[in-house]
Structure formats: C-alpha cells, structure tokens
C-alpha cells in the first residue's frame, strides 16, 4: 500500500508521521516544492525579531530524520503539477509518475497572486517560508529601509509591523481592506489594536485596498493578505470544493474522491459555534487535521470534531486572546447575541494583580457562550494569563456551556495565581445578567 | 423580612452582599465573633512573606463599609451561641436575642481541639484571622526562633513552611498525619513536593501524627492540620450534616430546616466527578456558595452545582494545578481508572518554553477526564500557566468531557503562549493511547 502526501509542512508531515505510526508496512513518499519540511512557519516573525537564534531552530525535524528514522521518502524540491485519480499517480513539474494507493492533500494557502503582482520585484516580500524570512532579512541589514507598507492586518502582518519597527524603520503602515483586524469582525477590538500600533508609531489605514505595487512610497512591501486555500490541484483533479473556497472533507478529513485525503490550510472545517463549514487556516489546525488524514489514510479510523476559532498573538506588548465568534459575527450568524466586557485583575492586587479585560459573547435565547475576547498588556513575553483563559472559554465552547454554568467553573484560586473571583467568572456573571 | 448571617469572613459577607442586591427593602444583620470581616484569609502567608504591605491590604471591605454602602448591620465581636429555630432567633454570648426570618451559617472550619490543646501556649499558631497573622508577626519578630514545626501538610501547612524558612527559622519541620501532601492521594505528587521542600532544606515527615504540645523540639509550632467544619450552633439547632460532618445542603444551599441556609467552609458540597458530597474548604467555593446561599434567602431561585476538587499552590517555587481526582483517588471512587503523565514545554523552546509536567487521570469505560496534577518550577511569581491548564482541565471535568474530545481542543497556539502541541492536547492524547 502506498501514501503519497502532497506538502510537506505542517499538516503534510503531520499527515505523514501519522501514517507512519499507525502502519508499519505503509510506504510513504512526501513531496514538497520546497527545500525544506516540517518547519513551523508561526515562527518567522520571531526569527526576524532576533529571538529565533537561526531559521534552523524552526525545522521541527530535518527531512533526513524522516527519511531515516521513520522510513518516510521525503522529496523536497518536488512540485506535484497534476493528480490523475482514475490512474492514482500524481504528476511532478519534471514529468515523473508518483503512484499512490492513498493520497493526502497539504497543499496550504498562498496569497491571492494578483496581491502579488509585483512579486518579482525585490522589495516584495511575503512571509510563509524560511527563504522568504531570510531574504526579508538580508534585505533589512542591506537595505535598510526607511518605510514600509504591510498589506493586511493579521496576525501575520501586524506581527510583521513590530517586527520591523523593532528593527528600525522609522515608517511602518500596516494597510487592511476590510473594516476590522485580525479577521474580526469587532471594532472595539480594532480600536485597541489601532491605539497599540499607534503608541509604537506604527499606522493602521483599515478600509484601504492595496496592491503592493500601487503608489505606496515604501521602500520595503510585506503582503500578508488575501491568502486563498491552494487548491488548483485539487480542483483540477474532481475533487469538491466548499462554499469557502478550500476543500470539502468529512470529518475524517476525506475529500469526495475515496481514498483522497486532505488536510491543512488547503481545507475548510467546521465551526462548532455555528455547525458550519469555516476557513480559518492555522499551524495548530493544520497539525490537528493532518494527523487525522493521515490516520483515516492508514486505516485507522479518527475524526476531527471542528474549531471554535481559537486565536491568540501578541501585538506590541498587547496580548490578544480570541475564540468563537465576535457579538458583531454572532448577529451575522443569526443568534441573538449579547455581549459584556469587565476589566479585572489577573492576581490579587497586593500580588502584583495586572489588568486583564475580558469580552464574552452569549446567545439570549440557549445562553451558551459564543466567543471571547480577551487582552492584556504583557510585554515580549505574552501573557500566559490571557493564553490560559482563553483555553477555559474555548473548552467552554466546545462543550455549548451557559455562561451561567461558567459562573461557577472551579477555577483554580490561590493569590499567586489568581483572584478569589477569576475575571473569567466575573466575566460571566456579568454576561449572565444580561440575559435575565 | 430580616436575614441574618451567621459569620462575617467570605461566605458570610458574600451572602449578605448579594442578599442586599437581590432585595432592597431586606433587614440584613451580620454577626462576627471576630473584629473584622470580609477579609481574605487566603493571603494570610503572604502578609507573613512580606508580600502584603498590611493586614489592612487583605480586607476587601472595612464593616463600616456594609453599613454605610450597602445598608447591612454588621456587628464584629458577636459571638452566636445557640439558634432557636422554632423562635427564629439566634441567641449571642451576650444574652441579646437577634431575630430572624431567614438565616445564612456561614461559620466556618477550625483546627481540631484536640490538637490545638496547648493552644493557649505562646508558641502555638493557628493560622485563620488577621490577628493570628499578627501575632505570628510579632512572635518571628521578637523571638527569632531558630526551630519550627509546622502541623499539616495541606495548602497552608506548606505555605507558611515556606515563609518561615525564607524569614530565617533555620530549621523548619512539616509534620504529616497521612502518607501524603495536599489531602491529595498521590505519592508521586508527594515525592515531588518532598524533593521541593528538601531543597530549601524544609524536611516533611508524613505519616507522622503529632499534637503540638507532644515532645517537639520546636521554638514555635504552627497548627494547619485537622480542621473541621463548625457545626456545633447548626447541630445544636437540629440542622442535619452530612455523612462527611459538614452541614448538609440543597443544591440551593439550604439546610433541612426551612429559611436556614449554610454557605462556605461549614458545608459539604456535591464532587462532580464522582456526585457525592465531599467536604473540601477552599477561598473561592466559599464566596460562590455564599454568593448562591444570599441570593435564595432573599427570594431569588438560584443553584450551586458543585466543585471538581480545584487547587493551586505554589510550594517553594513549585506551581502545583490540581483538580478532579488523582489515580488512586478515581480507584477508591470505584472507576477503572488509568493515567499518564508527560513532561513538555509551556511554548516553543526558541521561545524561552519552560518544562510542565502534566498527569490526566481518566476512566477507562466511559473515556471520561477524572483528574489533573499539573507542576512547574516558576519561582515567586506563581506559573499563570499551570493555573489556566488547571483551568481548562476543570472546564473539561464540569462537562464530563473525554479524553479523545480533549486531544482535540481548540486551544490558543502562537509562540509567545503555547507551542504549536499544547502540553495539555500531548497529555490528553497520551491518556487516550491507554484506553484503546
């Protein structure tokens, strides 16, 4: 029996790995276009802030160690341009048949190619691959740039902007098509990251589209936006996609052609707020899913329950916690969403207590819990504070928990951890009050 | 319509706070046989550590507070001896007759008499109030004592062991009567804690009973052992306890005599892991329960429904996150119990990520979470990490969540918080492996 997994990073080594350990006799082939595997591109950011000590320090496992501690044939450097299901081979750029018995789609997601028109030029960058980062780099201690434009105001883009405000350019402008950053529809949210950037002397134009190489006076273009499911392959070969453009799979990551798994940014998944199918591409999914795939692709059988929409990054010393959905996405969803922020103190006050704002999202009519959003101040670190009761609010969520039933969650409680009222509590609480 | 409560510390003036919010027009009186309430005890030790600038720091509300703010006759130094129900009177040590309609216990735990014989001794502790704390002070102040012998090994008892050793006693002694530390049975836990204290050259001797007069070589002795609940006025006045002698209450927290509620340390409440009454006296339980027991005396319906057994401490440097049920514990509960136990980082290594180490417990035939023990090293601070898994473990054991749910929890990743695995989804998969 053969697997063949198309994508080697996250959810493809996953994938791989996976399949491994679930049958011994399987063989294996990864290809990647590229010339590396199995790193974790959520680092790059950090690479470029100094902390990661070299671009190494993020490949989780170099392809060697597959190749031979998990007798996986990892081929980088293999661009798959067609997949003939009828035949069960996957075509390479250079002609070449790969046959498969089982076949794992981790294609990711690129930006949108007419973002990056420009992209040839050599102030153009994007930020998904080690190569990008070091070119980012080398451009940086060259050139030294005195502006520059970011396109897109996620998480990688308003990582990006302190990143090289950090690094000294003394002009940084972050620019975002839509209303809202961080794919949040939730201005509150929008102001306080504004206010963030601002105080770093690092500006936000929301409502602006932008192609890099419109008259932006920059002498550096990051693009961190309109990234789109890579799924022409996929789509090429009959395989469905959803209505969020990536691919449709079940719950044990199968797309509509049997034996054709997928995994990753290249797919959509189910949101377990609203029950319907999202596209929210990120590392800790992409390692979720590809496991699964490639388990099912082994023969085991596993299932991938959905998302809450569980995000979290820090922004100029601002940690920002989010899972399910904002009050503003909750009414687009159709609940009867209500909502209730508190300011309070992550520890007693004589502990060095420090603010901690928390936002709850609640249906009136079930009285679940439908998202949070919650922020601290934190410095380089990120505060594991807001990390940690964002997880509470996700568990919360995924269970379809009452905010009044979290009102009484046993948090732990002891002064050098937390308040005798955890602001989580307090938080619902107050949320609850507003359903009577 | 008047209510009085019974005890002025966290249950009681939680109830009679929330009381005054729920109904206006209520005659609230409170009766403390201390001089001070609504003060957070929990801090005691660390007013002793130097922490807390003052006692005054750990008193939420001064009494004239509740009688000016929130129109509450709270009456310090009114030590209640004996309840005539059928009258609806509390009798005070004074002879005055305080009547009531509804009436909250919020009396509280004490040490054991037995073991606090020599407690008139100068240097015997207990420590519960501001004024032990005080005296506490005075003692390590005027005496240096170059010995000490601290009775219990639970929260407390580990607590001020600590502040004694860093306040320059030279030889500091925790004496335990059972086989293990933190009423928890787990002696993994307990060699843990015992190589911790060992380090700072604190020797702990389990399975050691000791009353504090017995031939101790001590200059001092601390007594945090053998606490009870304070029954004694409820039992006189026909209020029914439960099989773990704590008072019995209704998920309303009401007793078996109509109008009569109990709240806090003097009340067992129902486990939820297991469904039993359980009697565990902790901070946050008693402010909850006090929260509920206020609302329905004043006519509000609401309901309690129960703890998983959370706790947090923080033993010299060590965080330790508790909740649900250790091995041994699910095994005497009557469940087919199985745990594992993985060592990870709390964020990627490039990111300064620290070991935790995390133990679920689950049940083999329904999957289910039973229990956590999570452990860092994190110094004085307290790890907000240990305290939000402990967090999101007990959200998991609220909602009987299983394992195979957990692995797949959508848990905030991004390398300042988490590694892209959080420790907790590691754990939760390899608790899983067991029971297949």
Excluded at 254 to 262: D, F, K, M, S
Aim: proline share 5%; aromatic share 6%.
């Amino acid at each position: 029996m053969r697997l063949v997994v198309i994508g080697g990073v996250a959810a493809g080594m996953s994938a791989a790995a996976r399949a491994r350990r679930t049958d011994r006799s399987l063989e294996i082939t990864v290809l990647e276009k590229g010339n590396a595997v199995s790193y974790g591109a959520c680092g790059l950011p950090y690479y470029l802030e100094g902390r990661v000590p070299s671009l190494e320090a993020l490949v989780s496992y170099p392809a060697e160690h597959f190749r031979q501690e998990r007798d996986i044939d990892v081929r980088t450097g293999s661009q798959a341009v067609a997949i003939r299901h009828p035949e069960r081979k996957v075509i390479l750029e250079n002609g070449e048949r790969v046959p498969y018995d089982r076949l794992v789609l981790a294609t990711g997601a690129k930006p949108h190619p007419g973002l990056i028109a420009g992209g040839a030029a050599p102030h153009v960058f994007t930020l998904q691959t080690l190569d990008d980062a070091r070119r980012i780099q080398q451009f940086l201690e060259a050139r030294k740039p005195a502006a520059a434009a970011i396109v897109g105001a996620g998480y990688i883009g308003l990582e990006v902007a302190e990143v090289l405000r950090a690094a000294g350019v003394g002009q940084v402008t972050v620019f975002e098509a839509s209303a809202n950053v961080l794919g949040r529809q939730d201005h509150e949210l929008t102001d306080l990251v504004r206010r963030q950037l601002e105080r770093f002397r690092i500006e936000l134009r929301a409502e602006t589209r932008i192609a890099p190489l419109d008259d932006v006076r920059a002498d550096m273009v990051v693009v961190a936006a309109g990234f789109r499911p890579s799924v022409k392959l996929a789509e090429d070969a009959g395989i469905e996609l959803g209505r969020t453009g990536a691919i449709r799979v079940t719950d044990r990551m199968e797309t509509n052609l049997h034996g054709v798994y997928a995994a990753g940014d290249c797919t959509e998944t189910q949101h377990l707020v609203t029950g319907r199918p999202v596209w929210l591409p990120l590392g800790t999914t992409a390692n979720k899913t590809g496991r699964v795939a490639g388990a099912n692709a082994a023969g085991a059988r596993e299932r991938f329950p959905g998302v809450c929409g569980t995000s979290i990054v820090r922004v100029c010393g601002l940690s920002i916690g989010l899972t399910g959905l904002s009050e503003c996405q909750a009414h687009k969803e159709g609940f009867d969403a209500v909502s209730a922020r508190i300011q309070g103190l992550d520890k007693p006050g004589y502990f060095d207590g420090r603010p901690v704002s928390i936002q709850l999202v609640a249906d009136r009519r079930s009285r679940r819990l439908l998202g949070a959003c919650i922020t601290a101040e934190a410095g380089i670190w990120g505060d594991p504070g807001v990390s940690g009761r964002t997880g509470i609010a996700a568990t919360a969520i995924a269970r379809g928990m009452c905010v009044d039933e979290m009102e009484h969650l046993d948090l732990p409680y002891a002064p050098p951890f937390a308040p005798v009222w955890d602001p989580m509590l307090i938080a619902a609480r107050e949320t609850a009050k507003l359903l009577d």
